[in-house]
C-alpha cells in the first residue's frame, strides 16, 4: 500500500525533473546570484544539492530576521517544509515534529523522534534543546529517517545547529535591539588569533530582557516576562597543520515566562477564541505559597534554569583518511517549570487578598463548571555525556566511506509537585530518576557506479537502555523499579543519477528505531506508563537542481511506523499517558525554491504536505468533558482514535521569503525582507473534536534597513507577527477548555555594528 501511494506521486516528480531540467538548461547571465549552500547532512561538507536527501539550510538574513526581537529555538517552525515545533512550557522545552512525526509528551523523559544536534552533538532531553539561539553560522533540517549516521530517534529526521566558530582574523559584532514590551536584547562576539598558526578563539554573549506586559487581576501583578544571559567561548588550537582541536564551552542563566494557560477561552462547539480571551490578561491564582514567587503572590507561569555545556572535538587529517573524536558534557541545574494548570480562576479556599469561591460574580466566565483548582509544576536536573569516535576516507576514486561508533548517557531527575484546591501551598508528588545508557557502531560508503549513477548505503546497530526508579511520595501508587531495553540495525540505501553537474534525482530507503520511553512526571496518574521502541521504514524519491539565478528541491516520500509511540494527555482526570499504537503511516511531499529575479531580488519560497494516520482500530481514549468529540464512542464513552491524524501534525507547511537590497551611490544598500510561513489544519490531540482541531494560521515578520558595507554598519527596524493575529497552538482538555496562543505582535529598532 505504501509503495502504491509513493508511485501515485511519482509521476508529479517526473513531471518536476522535466521542469528542473528545463530550468537549469536555460539561459542565463555570467553572473552568479546565489551563493553555494554547504551542508553536512552525511558528515561531511558537500553542496546542498549533492545530497540524497530532503535538506534545507538557514543562513544569513533567512536566519537572523526570525530571531529578531527575542526569539527562541521555536521561531524555526514553519520557516522550513514540514518542520513544526509547539511547547506547553513555554521557552522551557520545544517539541520538534518533521513530516508530522513527533512527540507530544510534555513529560522531559520521552525519547524523540526528531533529534536536534547543537554543534555535532545529539541533544536528547527537551530541557537542553532550550538553549538560546545566537552567533549562528546556520540551522540545518534534515527529512526522513537518519538513523545510520545520527543513531536512534531520528525516526522523523533532526535539526542541526551550528556555532559560528574562531576566525583567524579578528572580527567581531555587537548587536542592539530594543522594541515593544520593554524588550531589549544584546547580542555580541569577538573573534581572531590568540597565538600565530596556532590558537584562535571566539566569544558570543547574548542577553534577552522582555517585561512583564500580562496583567492578572486575580493577584494584582503582571507576568510573562524573560531575562536571559548565555555565553560561549572556543578555542580552535591547531598544533599541527594536520590537527585541529575545538575547545568549546557554554552556559545560560535564565528566567523565562512559561505558557499562559487560558481558561474557557473556546466555546464547547467552536474553535475561535471567545470573548472570554484577552492577549494582555489573564485570570491566575498560581502561585500560593511559593518562596520565590513575585508578591503578593504568584507569576502563574514561569520556567527558570542553569544550562551549561563542554564539547571537545578533535580532526586528525591522515594521508586518506580524517579522524574524528567528539566528547560532550551537557547540564541543566536548578530547572524550575511552573504553571497554572487549570487555566484560571477557581479558589475554593479563602484566598487572602482574593475574591473566594468559584461563584465570584466579575470572574465567573472564568471559572470552570468542574471543582478545579490545580496547579503544577517541577524541578529538574539533567545531565548528558557522550563520546563520539569515527573515521572517513578522503580517497579520489570511485569509493569513499565513513565508519565509527557513539557511546550515549543521560540521567534525569524529576520532581513533580502540585497545589491543588484546598491546599496553602506547594507540594511535591513524586521523584523519579531516569537514566539511559546507549552505544552504536555505524558505517556508511558511497561508490560511483558511473560519472553519473551513485550508490549509497549505510548500517547501524544501536543497543539501548532506559531505567527508572519512581518514587510516588503520597503513597496512591505503587512504584517499582522500571527497565527498558532494545536493539536495532538500521540501514539507509540510496541511489542518485546526476543529470548534469547541477541536477541530481535519487531513489531513498531508509529506516530507523525510537527507544523506548518511560514517564517521568507523575501527578494525577493512578501508574507509571511506558511505551516500547518503534520501528520506521520510508521510502523517498527526489530531485534537486540550480543554476546561476534558481535553486530548488522536490522530495515525494512515504512511511510506515511499527509499535507507534503516542501519548494520551489530558481527559477530565488529567492523566498522561504513554502508549503504543499497531502502526502509524504517512505520505506527502516538500517542494522548495530559491529564485534570483535580479541580482537584488531574491524569493524563496517552500511547502509541506503530510497526510498522516494513526492506524489501531482497539485504540481509544478518554475525551475532555467539555469537548464535542468527531470519532466515534465505545460504549465508556472513549473515542476511537483508528484513522485520525497524528498529535500536532499539520497536514501542510508553507513559507515565502522576499529580500530586496536597493545599492545606493556610495556602494552602501537600503534592504527590506519579510518572511511569512503557515500551517494548515492541525489535531492538538489523538482524538479528534471540534475544539482542538486548528485552523489554517499564519504569521509574517518584516526587516527594513540600511547597511554601510564599508564600515559594516546596519541600522534597522523590524517587526513579528506584524499582523497580530491571535493563534491557538495547544490547549488542556481537562476541566474547561483552557488554551494557549502565540506570541503578540513586536516592533523594535535595531543596531548593529561589525568590526
Known amino acids: 500500500m505504501l509503495r502504491g501511494k509513493l508511485i501515485q506521486w511519482s509521476w508529479k516528480v517526473i513531471i518536476a525533473s522535466g521542469l528542473g531540467l528545463m530550468f537549469v538548461t ?109 552567533d549562528m553560522e546556520s540551522i540545518e533540517v534534515a527529512r526522513g529517517p537518519q538513523g545510520t549516521l545520527f543513531g536512534r530517534n531520528t525516526t522523523a529526521g533532526f535539526v542541526h545547529v551550528k556555532s559560528a566558530l574562531p576566525t583567524e582574523e579578528f572580527e567581531g559584532y555587537i548587536n542592539v535591539q530594543s522594541g515593544t514590551y520593554d524588550t531589549l536584547n544584546f547580542e555580541g562576539a569577538v573573534s581572531g588569533t590568540l597565538i600565530e598558526d596556532k ?6 554573549v547574548l542577553n534577552q530582557n522582555r517585561g512583564d506586559w ?38 545560560e542563566n535564565s528566567e523565562r515566562g512559561g505558557s499562559l494557560f ?20 489573564v485570570f491566575h491564582d498560581s502561585g500560593k505559597g ?83 483548582n490545580i496547579d503544577t509544576g517541577g ?61 552504536a557502531v555505524f558505517g556508511q560508503a558511497s561508490y560511483d557506479l558511473s560519472d553519473q ?66 514517564q517521568d512526571r507523575i501527578q494525577d496518574d493512578t501508574e507509571v506508563t511506558t511505551a516500547g521502541s518503534e520501528e520506521i521504514i520510508s521510502y523517498e524519491i527526489g530531485i534537486k537542481g540550480e543554476a546561476e539565478r534558481f535553486r530548488y528541491s522536490l522530495a515525494v516520500f512515504s512511511y510506515k511506523v511499527d509499535d507507534m509511540q503516542l501519548v494520551a494527555i489530558g481527559g477530565e482526570s488529567n492523566s498522561t499517558t504513554l502508549l503504543n499504537a499497531e502502526e502509524g503511516k504517512a505520505h506527502g511531499f516538500e517542494a522548495e525554491i530559491e529564485y534570483a529575479v535580479t541580482e537584488n531580488l531574491i524569493i524563496s519560497a517552500g511547502f509541506g504536505y503530510a497526510d498522516t494516520e494513526i492506524g489501531d482500530p482497539s485504540l481509544s481514549l478518554p475525551p475532555g468533558p467539555l469537548t464535542t468529540p468527531l470519532d466515534p464512542l465505545t460504549p465508556e464513552g472513549n473515542a476511537l482514535i483508528d484513522g485520525n491524524p497524528f498529535q500536532h501534525a499539520p497536514e501542510w507547511t508553507g513559507n515565502l521569503e522576499i529580500a530586496y537590497s536597493y545599492p545606493l551611490s556610495d556602494g552602501n544598500e537600503l534592504y527590506v525582507f519579510t518572511d511569512w510561513r503557515w500551517k494548515g489544519e492541525t489535531s492538538d ?34 517587526g513579528r507577527n506584524i499582523t497580530d493575529e491571535d493563534n491557538l497552538i495547544g490547549g488542556i482538555d481537562f476541566a474547561n477548555n483552557t488554551g494557549y496562543v502565540n506570541e503578540p505582535r513586536i516592533w523594535g529598532a535595531e543596531i548593529k555594528l561589525g568590526f
Not at 262 to 281: F, K, M, S
Not at 328 to 346: N, S
Not at 509 to 514: E, K, L, V
Open 26 to 134: 536555460g539561459s542565463y547571465a555570467d553572473k552568479t546570484y546565489l551563493e553555494e549552500v554547504v551542508v553536512t547532512a552525511q558528515k561531511r561538507d558537500e553542496n546542498i544539492t549533492d545530497v540524497p536527501i530532503s535538506i534545507t539550510q538557514l543562513n544569513g538574513d533567512r536566519m537572523n530576521a526570525r530571531f529578531a526581537g527575542g526569539g527562541d529555538i521555536m521561531e524555526l517552525r514553519s520557516a522550513v517544509p514540514g518542520l513544526h515545533i509547539e511547547s506547553s512550557n513555554g521557552r522551557g522545552a520545544p517539541r520538534f515534529y518533521l513530516r508530522g512525526l513527533g512527540n507530544a509528551d510534555f513529560t522531559a523523559a520521552a525519547s524523540q523522534p526528531v533529534t536536534v544536534i547543537f554543534d555535532d552533538v545529539p541533544v536528547e532531553l527537551s530541557t537542553l534543546r532550550a538553549f538560546p539561539i545566537f
Open 199 to 204: 590558537l584562535m578563539g571566539r566569544l558570543s
Open 214 to 251: 500580562v496583567n492578572n487581576p486575580i493577584l494584582g501583578t503582571k507576568l510573562n516576562s524573560h531575562d536571559i544571559l548565555a555565553a560561549r567561548i572556543q578555542f580552535l588550537w591547531t598544533p599541527k597543520d594536520d590537527v585541529k582541536v575545538l575547545l568549546s564551552h557554554k552556559q
Open 262 to 281: 487560558r481558561a474557557n477561552v473556546i466555546d464547547t462547539g467552536t474553535n475561535e477564541l471567545n470573548e472570554n480571551y484577552q492577549r494582555d490578561v
Open 290 to 372: 511559593r518562596p520565590t514567587a513575585d508578591a503578593p503572590g504568584g507569576d502563574g507561569g514561569r520556567n527558570s534554569a542553569r544550562q551549561l555545556g563542554t564539547t571537545l572535538k578533535v580532526d586528525w587529517e591522515l594521508s586518506n583518511h580524517t579522524f574524528t573524536s567528539i566528547t560532550a558534557y551537557l547540564r541543566t541545574i536548578d530547572y524550575f517549570a511552573r504553571g497554572d494548570i487549570d487555566g484560571g480562576f477557581g479558589c475554593l479556599f479563602t484566598c487572602p487578598g482574593r475574591p473566594a469561591g468559584p461563584a465570584s460574580s466579575p470572574f465567573s466566565p472564568f471559572n470552570s463548571p468542574f471543582v478545579v
Open 379 to 439: 524541578d529538574r536536573d539533567v545531565t548528558q555525556f557522550t563520546q563520539e569516535i569515527r573515521i572517513a576516507s578522503n580517497l579520489d576514486g570511485p569509493l569513499n566511506y565513513q565508519f565509527g561508533g557513539i557511546y550515549f548517557d543521560d540521567k534525569l531527575v524529576s520532581i513533580s509537585n502540585s497545589q491543588n484546591a484546598g491546599a496553602t501551598a506547594f507540594t511535591s508528588n513524586s521523584i523519579n530518576t531516569i537514566e539511559n545508557t546507549s552505544w
Open 453 to 518: 549513477l551513485t550508490l549509497t548505503g549505510g548500517l547501524r546497530y544501536s543497543d539501548d537502555e532506559k531505567d527508572a526508579d519512581p518514587i510516588d511520595l503520597t503513597g496512591a501508587i505503587a512504584t517499582v523499579p522500571i527497565s527498558l531495553e532494545d536493539e536495532f540495525l538500521s540501514f539507509d540505501v540510496s541511489l542518485s543519477y546526476d543529470w548534469s553537474e547541477s541536477t541530481q534525482t535519487y531513489l531513498r530507503a531508509a529506516s530507523g528505531f525510537r527507544a523506548p520511553s518511560i
Open 685 to 718: 490531540f489523538l482524538y479528534q473534536s471540534i475544539e482542538y482541531t486548528f485552523d489554517t494560521q499564519f504569521e509574517g515578520g518584516l526587516r527594513i534597513g540600511y547597511r554601510n558595507l564599508s564600515s559594516d554598519l546596519e541600522i534597522g527596524f523590524f
